[in-house]
Protein backbone atom coordinates (compact mmCIF):
# COMPACT_ATOMS: atom_id res chain seq x y z
CA UNK A 1 0.00 0.00 0.00
CA UNK A 2 1.54 3.50 -0.69
CA UNK A 3 2.14 6.14 1.56
CA UNK A 4 -0.97 8.02 0.04
CA UNK A 5 -3.25 5.08 0.70
CA UNK A 6 -2.69 3.93 3.83
CA UNK A 7 -2.55 7.89 5.11
CA UNK A 8 -6.62 8.38 3.31
CA UNK A 9 -7.52 5.03 4.79
CA UNK A 10 -6.36 5.74 8.68
CA UNK A 11 -7.85 9.45 8.14
CA UNK A 12 -11.31 7.68 7.25
CA UNK A 13 -10.85 4.76 9.73
CA UNK A 14 -10.61 7.96 12.46
CA UNK A 15 -13.53 9.51 10.94
CA UNK A 16 -11.95 12.69 9.87
CA UNK A 17 -10.33 14.12 6.65
CA UNK A 18 -6.20 14.27 5.70
CA UNK A 19 -5.00 17.36 6.59
CA UNK A 20 -1.68 18.42 3.84
CA UNK A 21 -0.33 21.63 4.75
CA UNK A 22 1.95 23.44 1.96
CA UNK A 23 4.95 25.08 2.06
CA UNK A 24 7.69 26.48 -0.46
CA UNK A 25 11.46 24.93 0.08
CA UNK A 26 14.00 27.19 0.16
CA UNK A 27 11.58 29.67 1.97
CA UNK A 28 12.72 31.52 3.91
CA UNK A 29 15.75 29.63 3.88
CA UNK A 30 16.31 25.59 3.27
CA UNK A 31 17.12 25.33 7.18
CA UNK A 32 14.62 26.46 8.07
CA UNK A 33 12.26 24.55 5.68
CA UNK A 34 13.32 21.86 6.67
CA UNK A 35 11.94 22.78 10.52
CA UNK A 36 9.17 24.37 9.42
CA UNK A 37 7.78 20.71 7.65
CA UNK A 38 8.70 19.29 10.59
CA UNK A 39 7.29 21.29 12.79
CA UNK A 40 3.88 20.85 10.66
CA UNK A 41 4.80 16.72 11.12
CA UNK A 42 4.43 17.47 14.95
CA UNK A 43 1.30 19.46 14.13
CA UNK A 44 -0.36 16.34 13.22
CA UNK A 45 -0.04 17.02 9.20
CA UNK A 46 -0.83 13.72 7.51
CA UNK A 47 1.37 14.90 4.58
CA UNK A 48 3.09 17.46 3.28
CA UNK A 49 2.89 19.44 -0.73
CA UNK A 50 6.04 21.14 -0.68
CA UNK A 51 6.86 23.26 -3.79
CA UNK A 52 9.72 24.10 -5.85
CA UNK A 53 10.00 27.68 -6.22
CA UNK A 54 9.90 28.82 -9.73
CA UNK A 55 10.24 32.61 -11.54
CA UNK A 56 6.82 32.60 -12.61
CA UNK A 57 4.54 30.63 -10.48
CA UNK A 58 1.15 31.80 -12.68
CA UNK A 59 -1.33 28.97 -10.60
CA UNK A 60 0.06 30.85 -7.39
CA UNK A 61 -1.04 34.58 -5.45
CA UNK A 62 0.81 36.70 -3.96
CA UNK A 63 1.85 35.33 -0.78
CA UNK A 64 3.39 31.85 -2.20
CA UNK A 65 5.07 34.16 -5.21
CA UNK A 66 6.88 36.07 -2.72
CA UNK A 67 7.83 32.96 -1.08
CA UNK A 68 9.03 31.37 -4.30
CA UNK A 69 11.14 35.28 -4.98
CA UNK A 70 12.65 34.67 -1.54
CA UNK A 71 13.93 31.24 -2.08
CA UNK A 72 14.91 31.57 -5.57
CA UNK A 73 17.24 34.80 -4.15
CA UNK A 74 18.41 32.58 -1.76
CA UNK A 75 19.35 29.92 -4.33
CA UNK A 76 17.02 27.79 -4.04
CA UNK A 77 17.58 24.86 -6.75
CA UNK A 78 15.39 22.18 -7.86
CA UNK A 79 18.06 19.57 -6.59
CA UNK A 80 17.87 21.86 -3.29
CA UNK A 81 14.03 20.58 -2.81
CA UNK A 82 14.92 16.97 -3.97
CA UNK A 83 17.88 17.28 -0.61
CA UNK A 84 15.07 18.66 1.28
CA UNK A 85 13.17 15.40 0.93
CA UNK A 86 16.01 13.35 1.49
CA UNK A 87 16.98 15.27 4.26
CA UNK A 88 13.48 14.85 6.10
CA UNK A 89 13.35 11.78 5.32
CA UNK A 90 17.02 11.08 7.14
CA UNK A 91 15.12 12.71 10.00
CA UNK A 92 12.22 10.22 10.28
CA UNK A 93 9.47 12.12 8.20
CA UNK A 94 7.03 9.68 7.09
CA UNK A 95 3.97 11.31 5.84
CA UNK A 96 3.62 11.11 1.77
CA UNK A 97 5.84 13.88 0.27
CA UNK A 98 4.37 15.51 -2.41
CA UNK A 99 6.95 17.60 -5.29
CA UNK A 100 4.76 20.58 -6.37
CA UNK A 101 6.49 21.93 -9.29
CA UNK A 102 6.13 23.43 -13.10
CA UNK A 103 6.58 21.59 -16.30
CA UNK A 104 9.79 24.35 -17.45
CA UNK A 105 11.45 23.36 -14.01
CA UNK A 106 11.07 19.79 -15.15
CA UNK A 107 11.82 19.94 -18.89
CA UNK A 108 14.81 22.30 -18.12
CA UNK A 109 16.08 19.28 -15.25
CA UNK A 110 15.33 16.93 -17.67
CA UNK A 111 12.30 14.48 -17.08
CA UNK A 112 13.97 11.11 -16.32
CA UNK A 113 16.46 12.62 -14.16
CA UNK A 114 13.25 14.71 -12.17
CA UNK A 115 11.47 11.66 -11.74
CA UNK A 116 14.63 9.50 -11.27
CA UNK A 117 16.05 11.95 -8.61
CA UNK A 118 12.63 12.88 -6.64
CA UNK A 119 11.58 8.80 -6.56
CA UNK A 120 15.49 8.11 -5.08
CA UNK A 121 15.14 11.21 -2.56
CA UNK A 122 11.63 9.97 -1.19
CA UNK A 123 9.10 11.38 -2.60
CA UNK A 124 5.86 9.62 -3.21
CA UNK A 125 3.84 12.31 -6.40
CA UNK A 126 4.64 14.35 -8.43
CA UNK A 127 2.11 17.45 -9.05
CA UNK A 128 2.87 19.65 -12.25
CA UNK A 129 1.02 21.99 -12.42
CA UNK A 130 0.68 23.67 -15.08
CA UNK A 131 1.04 20.07 -17.40
CA UNK A 132 -1.90 19.40 -19.21
CA UNK A 133 -3.06 15.24 -18.24
CA UNK A 134 -3.40 15.02 -22.05
CA UNK A 135 0.45 16.09 -22.81
CA UNK A 136 1.05 13.85 -19.62
CA UNK A 137 1.95 10.66 -21.01
CA UNK A 138 5.83 10.36 -21.05
CA UNK A 139 5.83 11.48 -17.19
CA UNK A 140 3.09 9.79 -16.30
CA UNK A 141 5.13 6.28 -17.46
CA UNK A 142 8.49 7.55 -15.75
CA UNK A 143 6.65 8.16 -12.66
CA UNK A 144 4.81 4.96 -12.83
CA UNK A 145 7.70 2.93 -13.15
CA UNK A 146 9.40 4.80 -9.99
CA UNK A 147 6.38 4.32 -7.72
CA UNK A 148 5.21 8.28 -7.83
CA UNK A 149 1.68 8.85 -8.26
CA UNK A 150 0.97 11.61 -10.96
CA UNK A 151 -1.38 14.10 -9.30
CA UNK A 152 -3.94 16.67 -11.93
CA UNK A 153 -6.00 19.22 -10.34
CA UNK A 154 -9.74 19.97 -11.47
CA UNK A 155 -11.32 23.09 -11.49
CA UNK A 156 -14.93 24.23 -11.03
CA UNK A 157 -14.99 25.50 -14.55
CA UNK A 158 -13.86 22.41 -16.25
CA UNK A 159 -16.96 20.62 -18.07
CA UNK A 160 -17.94 16.88 -17.37
CA UNK A 161 -15.51 15.61 -20.84
CA UNK A 162 -12.44 17.42 -19.05
CA UNK A 163 -12.73 16.30 -15.72
CA UNK A 164 -12.89 12.17 -17.27
CA UNK A 165 -9.77 13.53 -18.63
CA UNK A 166 -8.14 14.31 -15.44
CA UNK A 167 -9.38 11.52 -13.39
CA UNK A 168 -8.32 9.18 -15.87
CA UNK A 169 -4.80 9.75 -15.85
CA UNK A 170 -4.53 10.88 -11.96
CA UNK A 171 -3.03 8.38 -9.14
CA UNK A 172 -2.84 8.57 -5.83
CA UNK A 173 -5.58 11.54 -5.20
CA UNK A 174 -7.13 14.07 -6.83
CA UNK A 175 -5.96 18.04 -6.45
CA UNK A 176 -9.32 19.84 -6.45
CA UNK A 177 -9.06 23.54 -6.92
CA UNK A 178 -11.66 25.03 -4.73
CA UNK A 179 -11.37 28.67 -6.16
CA UNK A 180 -12.20 30.09 -9.36
CA UNK A 181 -8.36 31.94 -9.49
CA UNK A 182 -5.24 31.54 -7.88
CA UNK A 183 -4.32 30.35 -4.31
CA UNK A 184 -4.99 32.89 -1.40
CA UNK A 185 -6.38 32.56 2.21
CA UNK A 186 -10.11 33.26 1.78
CA UNK A 187 -13.10 33.93 3.90
CA UNK A 188 -15.26 31.91 2.97
CA UNK A 189 -15.24 28.44 0.45
CA UNK A 190 -16.98 28.75 -3.33
CA UNK A 191 -20.68 28.27 -2.62
CA UNK A 192 -20.01 25.77 -5.79
CA UNK A 193 -18.02 23.66 -4.04
CA UNK A 194 -20.33 20.88 -2.42
CA UNK A 195 -22.23 20.32 -5.70
CA UNK A 196 -18.40 19.82 -7.61
CA UNK A 197 -17.16 17.40 -4.95
CA UNK A 198 -20.60 15.45 -5.67
CA UNK A 199 -19.72 15.87 -9.65
CA UNK A 200 -16.28 14.51 -9.05
CA UNK A 201 -17.15 11.32 -6.52
CA UNK A 202 -19.68 10.11 -9.43
CA UNK A 203 -16.38 9.75 -11.62
CA UNK A 204 -14.30 8.14 -9.25
CA UNK A 205 -13.04 6.87 -5.72
CA UNK A 206 -9.61 8.12 -5.81
CA UNK A 207 -9.37 10.35 -2.85
CA UNK A 208 -10.22 13.84 -3.37
CA UNK A 209 -8.34 16.83 -1.63
CA UNK A 210 -9.62 20.34 -1.47
CA UNK A 211 -6.97 23.21 -1.88
CA UNK A 212 -7.13 27.04 -2.80
CA UNK A 213 -8.34 29.25 -0.25
CA UNK A 214 -8.52 27.20 2.50
CA UNK A 215 -7.32 29.05 6.17
CA UNK A 216 -9.58 28.28 9.18
CA UNK A 217 -10.74 25.12 10.88
CA UNK A 218 -14.11 26.14 9.89
CA UNK A 219 -13.12 25.30 5.88
CA UNK A 220 -11.60 22.26 7.39
CA UNK A 221 -14.68 20.92 8.61
CA UNK A 222 -17.09 22.02 6.37
CA UNK A 223 -15.37 19.85 3.79
CA UNK A 224 -16.10 16.73 6.02
CA UNK A 225 -18.45 14.33 4.26
CA UNK A 226 -17.55 16.00 0.70
CA UNK A 227 -13.81 15.16 0.31
CA UNK A 228 -11.14 13.27 1.62
CA UNK A 229 -8.39 15.92 2.07
CA UNK A 230 -7.74 19.54 2.68
CA UNK A 231 -4.42 21.59 1.41
CA UNK A 232 -3.90 24.92 3.06
CA UNK A 233 -0.30 26.91 1.46
CA UNK A 234 -0.68 30.57 1.33
CA UNK A 235 -2.01 31.01 4.96
CA UNK A 236 0.83 28.71 5.85
CA UNK A 237 3.35 30.98 3.80
CA UNK A 238 1.78 34.11 5.42
CA UNK A 239 2.29 32.82 9.18
CA UNK A 240 5.76 31.54 8.08
CA UNK A 241 6.34 35.49 6.65
CA UNK A 242 5.12 36.96 9.35
CA UNK A 243 6.22 35.45 12.82
CA UNK A 244 9.65 36.22 13.92
CA UNK A 245 12.12 33.02 13.86
CA UNK A 246 12.17 32.48 17.75
CA UNK A 247 8.44 32.28 17.51
CA UNK A 248 8.09 30.60 14.11
CA UNK A 249 8.03 26.56 14.60
CA UNK A 250 5.57 26.60 18.05
CA UNK A 251 3.11 28.69 15.57
CA UNK A 252 3.16 26.60 12.79
CA UNK A 253 2.77 23.52 14.69
CA UNK A 254 -0.22 25.72 16.53
CA UNK A 255 -1.90 26.52 13.67
CA UNK A 256 -1.56 23.10 12.41
CA UNK A 257 -3.15 21.76 15.39
CA UNK A 258 -5.84 24.39 15.39
CA UNK A 259 -6.63 23.29 11.71
CA UNK A 260 -6.53 19.53 12.06
CA UNK A 261 -9.09 19.71 15.56
CA UNK A 262 -6.36 18.52 18.15
CA UNK A 263 -5.78 21.39 19.67
CA UNK A 264 -9.39 22.01 20.24
CA UNK A 265 -9.77 18.31 21.51
CA UNK A 266 -6.59 18.23 23.66
CA UNK A 267 -8.39 21.75 24.86
CA UNK A 268 -11.44 19.60 25.57
CA UNK A 269 -10.05 17.06 27.11
CA UNK A 270 -8.48 18.91 30.16
Known amino acids: MSRFAAT ?35 GGA ?27 QAGTHPRDAMALVRRLRAAGVEVPLVLMTYDNIV ?3 GEEAFVRDAAAAGADGLLVVDLPPEEADSLRARC ?10 AALTSDDARLDAIVSRTTGFLYVVGQ ?50 AIVGA ?20 YVEVLTGREEASTTSR
Open 8 to 42: FARARAEGRIAFLPFMTAGFPSLDESFDVVRAMVA
Open 46 to 72: DGIELGIPFSDPLADGPSIQQASYRAL
Open 107 to 109: MAY
Open 144 to 153: RAAGLDTIFM
Open 180 to 229: VGVTGARATLSEELPAFLARLRAKTDLPLVVGFGISKREHVKALEGLADG
Open 235 to 254: AMVDLVASTPQAERLEKVQS
